[in-house]
């Protein structure tokens, strides 16, 4: 799978993450942080003239918001995963699962 999403692409794909998480029963509420959160990676995108998200793109929009975000060091981390889960979602390699209380994601398997 390629590894970059176009502009127009990006709201479909974060609906499909959206929807595999919530097909694994993942709460409103953290559904909700990841669409806030993805939803400053667009606008991150769309104000700074970006055609297309890839992991270079996370990185950098990680760099630049979060620290001028004056946001705590939780809610930092919290991004960092959500955008990094997106990141393996665009790569095709993000295999989630619920299992009753955890969630495992196919990098942890070996």
């Excluded at 499909?16 to 400053?40: D, F, I, P, V």
């Excluded at 889960?85 to 994601?105: M, N």
Aim: net charge neutral.
């Amino acid at each position: 799978m390629n590894n970059t999403v176009t502009f127009g692409q990006f709201d479909d794909f974060v609906g499909k993450l959206l929807n595999q998480l919530e097909c694994n029963e993942y709460s409103s509420s953290t559904l909700a942080g990841y669409k806030c959160a993805l939803r400053k990676v667009r606008s991150f995108m769309e104000e700074n003239g970006l055609c297309e998200y890839s992991h270079d793109t996370g990185r950098i929009f990680l760099a630049t918001c979060l620290s001028e975000s004056g946001y705590s060091d939780r809610w930092n981390k919290y991004i960092k995963t959500i955008i990094r889960r997106f990141d393996d979602y665009i790569q095709g390699s993000s295999c989630i699962e619920y299992s009753q209380k955890y969630v495992i994601l196919s990098y942890w398997k070996n």
